[in-house]
């Protein structure tokens, strides 16, 4: 049932994301952030799912910086998108933005593709070094120069068992390279978990 409601966010994204990406002046990256967190706010509420947000004090007022942790399932995504919006209605506290690194056959998939592409998604290709590694120094030099919050599961994939497994080493590269700090969180219970 959740992958119909996020098909359908991803379909309104859509009409967001095609003009952005025209002109990026139109809607600007905190905007498109700010609408996702809106409807993802809204998909939490009508699933009736709670999400406890814990150490939120630790990220700090500005990225840039990189969040490492575990993933379960599919709707891990928007936990973390819904995750960092802003605790205060301050109007200088605005929600932060989350930049992802996800592997390239999510960028095909319908109920994906859209919210992926909103939030400006780094897209890896595991089967080739090369461009995995150019896709890095990109989503590095991005996080860094936007400020944003960089999101990487540094496991490579979902883990439904709820351990942890082998770490990818790739993934520590752009902090060492970018010197971005790492903050680690983990997701417990996800919804399809």
């Known amino acids: 049932m959740y992958r119909l409601k996020i098909w359908f966010i991803s379909r309104k994204a859509k009409k967001y994301w095609k003009n952005s990406f025209r002109d990026n002046s139109r809607y600007s990256l905190q905007f498109r952030n700010d609408y996702l967190v809106k409807?993802?706010?809204s998909l939490i509420k009508s699933l009736n799912i709670e999400i406890d947000v814990k150490g939120y004090e630790n990220l700090g007022s500005a990225g840039p910086c990189l969040l490492y942790g575990n993933h379960q399932d599919n709707f891990d995504?928007?936990?973390?998108?819904?995750a960092l919006k802003a605790q205060t209605e301050a109007k200088d506290d605005f929600n932060k933005i989350a930049t992802f690194i996800a592997k390239h056959s999510l960028q095909y998939k319908s109920y994906t593709r859209y919210i992926l592409n909103s939030l400006d998604t780094f897209y890896l290709d595991r089967d080739n070094v090369r461009k995995s590694l150019e896709t890095f120094d990109k989503y590095g030099k991005f996080v860094k120069e936007n400020k944003t919050y960089g999101i990487i599961f540094p496991e490579g994939t979902r883990n439904r068992e709820g351990s942890i497994s082998e770490f990818k080493p790739g993934s520590f590269k752009i902090a060492k390279?970018?010197?971005?700090?790492?903050?680690?969180f983990t997701i417990n219970n996800s919804v399809g978990a």
């Open 77 to 82: 995504a928007l936990a973390i998108v819904y």
């Open 39 to 41: 409807k993802i706010k």
């Open 177 to 184: 390279k970018e010197m971005i700090p790492i903050i680690p």
